[in-house]
């Protein structure tokens, strides 16, 4: 199983950028579909969930009204839509895979991407 995430970057306070994670390797029915994320020295964070199906997503509070997560319509990829950014949200995000409804929780997901890169600058 892989899981590839891309579209990260260099972004002003205040602007935007779109992360897409595409996952291969096995059939991803009932997978929900994770992005969490770590600044330097700090824990890994919950950052937003979706099903498998898109009906159901969650945010952390953070993010929450910023950040938009769906599902692609092949369930094997979804995409981070993040706007109005800021440096605290600066961090590696990683996309991850759990088999069933969506957790806050980094030790109940099954499959982890490499990780991408968003800085803000302010």
């Known amino acids: 199983v892989q899981l590839q995430a891309s579209g990260g970057g260099l972004v002003q306070a205040g602007g935007s950028l779109r992360l897409s994670c595409a996952a291969s390797?096995?059939?991803?029915?009932?997978?929900?579909m994770g992005w969490f994320r770590q600044a330097p020295g700090k824990e890994r964070e919950f950052v937003a969930a979706?099903?498998?199906?898109?009906?159901?997503?969650t945010y952390a509070d953070s993010v929450k009204g910023r950040f938009t997560i769906s599902r692609e319509k092949t369930k094997s990829a979804a995409s981070l839509q993040m706007n109005n950014l800021n440096p605290e949200d600066t961090s590696v995000y990683y996309c991850?895979?759990?088999?069933?409804?969506?957790?806050?929780?980094?030790?109940?997901?099954?499959?982890w991407g490499q990780g991408t890169q968003v800085t803000v600058s302010s």
């Open positions: 390797g096995r059939n991803f029915n009932n997978y929900t």
């Open positions: 979706v099903t498998w199906s898109g009906d159901y997503t």
């Open positions: 991850a895979m759990r088999l069933g409804f969506h957790s806050n929780y980094a030790e109940s997901y099954d499959y």
